[in-house]
């Protein structure tokens, strides 16, 4: 059984900053991303990271968010700063063995559609 439990959620003012993490059983995924879904949207990829550390970023949060992972700890990680009240969403942990195959290589685009593992999200909700 593949668990992905996500922490760190909670309640921060705009102009803030958080970090979410994300235990994983099982750290050998190929690729592992954070998704979220704010009330009454549909759920939209946030950040995504290739076991060569690759990442991808959707125009929404790049410039002011990190994503990485801890290999040997088996933790994914996702920091965000100058949070937005429109970042106010439930944050979901993703991860699978492979990814859409670009030309000859395998890749790990932000927002993928295959992920096969899910993790039971945590709420972060921005003030303004």
Known sequence: QVDLVESGGGSVEAGGSL?????????TYFCMAWFRQAPGKEREGVASVDNKGRRDYADSVKGRSTIWRDNAKKILFLEITSLKPED?????????????????EVTCPVGYSGMD????????????
């Open 88 to 104: 106010t969403a439930t944050y979901y942990c993703a991860a699978v063995h492979g990814g859409p195959v670009v030309g000859s």
């Open 19 to 27: 970090r979410l993490s994300c235990g994983a059983s099982d750290i």
């Open 117 to 128: 593992y899910w993790g039971k999200g945590t709420l972060v909700t921005i003030s303004s």
